[in-house]
């Protein structure tokens, strides 16, 4: 749990969801957990609380917010329609990581909504988040509790990290289970996946018993569509998997500071990375989904200025790890940095050395062993 983090003051910090619906009735941002990753939550309804979202994220007002509800029985009261499909869906994972994009009702404001007749709701599958939801009774309007286009926080201490004082309230409810936003899905026609997440394709096709595409660069404007976001302040360089450890150590020898996301099938390999920060991926899609931003974080946190990774193959949760990654690239993707990383491999609940100093122990990682 996070305590006397920077520019946040620690009685600002804590579990009262009470005193958290009362800050959003207030019109003021109270930062809470959800399975997937934290959010920067206000009054859907208050315009004000609202815009402030956006200004403190420093969000362009175009791109639209979530709004997360208590239950699906609230649904019909923010869409103009519920087709069978959405039903279809928020039958089978809501509470959970999707989100519906549907026609806007007439209670939501067009600041939600970055001025479109659609609005995106989802019902998160977090004891805190329901319980907050619960409380208010209200929707809430929430991105992910982070400055625009870096990192999304995965717990609560990445928010103080981020926002700072800039938050009113933060519910501290630990690490995110899931690790990725939210899977959105476009329902206002044949259904599409707008941003890859925490349900997969699969699962979505198996639900609605149809081909469910992912159309990424659609024209409807969905959270997390900007060429560069989640992205760490090093640089994000993507090879083909087996092209790795060659170009990382090709980085290193020009005295370059290097991190390396290590793909599994490569793990035997770490050796070669010394003097370079390496993360041997878990060879789960979910446990990799889960600790994403959290390596993100790491190489940052050690100062490295260019990340080598691959992208997974598109199948399951590899899909919207795969997008998390790209998009962390960018357009910065080809340039690299500086000298020496400290040398270990961790994968799992496992940490090694592969030479070199300044090896960290387990506690250093946010959530190395698994809590879920």
Same mark, same amino acid.
């Given at each position: ?8 003051? &620690? ?83 809501? @509470? ?19 001025? *479109?007749?659609?609005? /995106? ?21 929430? @991105? ?18 981020? *926002?700072?004082?800039?938050v009113d309230y933060v519910l501290d409810g630990g690490p995110c289970a899931v690790g990725v936003e939210s899977t959105i899905v476009d329902l206002t026609g044949a259904p599409a996946i707008l941003r890859p997440g925490g349900v997969t394709r699969e699962d979505l096709e198996r639900a609605l018993g149809c081909s469910v595409p992912v159309r990424a660069r659609s024209a409807v404007r969905v959270p997390g569509q900007h060429p560069s976001h989640y992205a760490p302040r090093a640089r994000v360089v993507l090879v083909e998997p087996g092209q790795v450890i060659g170009h990382a150590e090709y ?77 962390? /690239? ?8 500086? &000298? ?33």
């Amino acid at each position: 749990m996070m305590s006397d983090q920077p520019g946040i003051a &620690p009685e600002r910090v804590g579990l009262d969801v009470e005193r958290a619906a009362g800050t959003l009735r207030a019109g003021g941002l109270v930062a809470f957990p959800t399975e997937t990753v934290y959010g920067l939550g206000a009054d859907a309804e208050n315009v004000d609380a609202v815009e402030r979202v956006f200004a403190v994220k420093g969000r362009p007002s175009t791109h639209p917010l979530i709004v997360h509800l208590s239950g699906a029985r609230q649904l019909p009261d923010w869409v103009a329609e519920v087709p069978d499909a959405a039903r279809r869906v928020a039958d089978r994972f809501w @509470p959970g990581p999707v989100t519906l994009v549907l026609r806007r009702g007439r209670r939501v404001p067009r600041a939600v909504t970055g001025g *479109l007749e659609t609005v /995106a709701l989802r019902v998160p599958d977090h004891p805190v988040a329901r319980a907050l939801l619960t409380a208010f009774g209200g929707g809430v309007a929430a @991105p992910s509790a982070n400055r625009f286009g870096s990192v999304s926080p995965t717990a609560a201490a990445h928010v103080g990290d981020g *926002l700072g004082a800039d938050v009113d309230y933060v519910l501290d409810g630990g690490p995110c289970a899931v690790g990725v936003e939210s899977t959105i899905v476009d329902l206002t026609g044949a259904p599409a996946i707008l941003r890859p997440g925490g349900v997969t394709r699969e699962d979505l096709e198996r639900a609605l018993g149809c081909s469910v595409p992912v159309r990424a660069r659609s024209a409807v404007r969905v959270p997390g569509q900007h060429p560069s976001h989640y992205a760490p302040r090093a640089r994000v360089v993507l090879v083909e998997p087996g092209q790795v450890i060659g170009h990382a150590e090709y980085l290193a020898a020009q005295g370059r500071r290097v991190g390396v996301l290590l793909p599994p099938e490569f793990a035997g390999g770490a050796g070669a990375c010394a003097g370079q920060r390496v993360i041997a991926v878990p060879d789960s899609g979910a446990r990799y989904a889960r600790r994403l931003f959290e390596f993100l974080r790491d190489f940052d946190r050690h100062e490295c200025e260019v990340v080598v990774a691959s992208v997974p193959t598109p199948d399951g949760l590899g899909l919207a790890i795969a997008d998390r990654l790209r998009r962390a /690239a960018g357009s910065r993707s080809q340039t690299a940095a500086t &000298p020496g990383c400290s040398a270990v491999a961790e994968r799992g609940d496992e940490v090694f050395e592969v030479g070199g100093a300044g090896c960290f122990d387990q506690d250093e990682i946010v959530g190395t062993k698994d809590s879920t």
